[in-house]
C-alpha cells in the first residue's frame, strides 16, 4: 500500500466551537465507522460546538485535539484524540467522597477515542495525536492512561505496545494507589483488552503473580 506523501509533522491543537461536526466525523472513524455520517448531530458534537474541546464531565474534564496538516483555515482535519476520565470506573468509588473521587480522575485517565483518517494513516498521525494527548494529561498530573482495544485486533494492540503500553491479558485486573486508596479495574469482559501507561516519571507498571493469578499494579 502506498504511503502518503505527507511529511510535515501535523498541526495538533485543542478542538474550538464549531469543530462539533468534524470531531463527530472522527469519532466514527474511530468507532470502525469510516464514511457514516450521523442523521443529526449527537451530543458529543453539540457539546464540542458550544464549550470548545475542552470538556466539563462528573470528576474532571475531557480533552478533544484535532490534528490537521496544517493550520491553515479549511485544511480538512486528519485525526482525532479524545482523553477523559473513565466516569463509570470512578462511580464505583463513591465511598472515596467527591473530593477522593477528583483525586482519582486527575490520577487516571482513558483514552477513549484516537482515530486517523483512511487517506492519512502510515504518516505518523496516530502517534503525534498520541503524544499530544499524553503530554497534556502528564501536564495535568495525571499518572495513568489506559485504552480500550479490541482482543482480536493484535495490530492495534502491538501498536500501543510500541509506544509503551503494556496490554493486559483478557479480564486481567489493573491496580492504582492513589493516596492510599486502591481501585482496582479491568476490561469488563466486553471482548476488549486494556493497554496500560504510567506518565509520571516515577511510575511503572508491572505484572504481579498471585496465587489466584496476575494482575497489572501501578507502583
Known sequence: MERPAQTKPPVIRVAQPGDGATVEALAQVALGADGVVPAAPGAFA???DRHGGRLVLPHGTGCALVARASAAPGDPPLGLAYTCPPVRLIDQYAELGPRGQRRLAGALAELELLAVTAPARGAGVGTALLAAAEEQLRSGGCRLVFAKVRSADR????WY????YLPAAPGEPVTLDVDGAWTVFDDGGDGHRLAVK???????????FASGGTYLASM
Open 46 to 48: 453539540a457539546a464540542i
Open 155 to 158: 495490530p492495534v494492540l502491538r
Open 161 to 164: 505496545r510500541r509506544r509503551g
Open 198 to 208: 504510567p506518565l509520571a516519571p516515577d511510575e511503572r507498571i508491572r505484572r504481579v
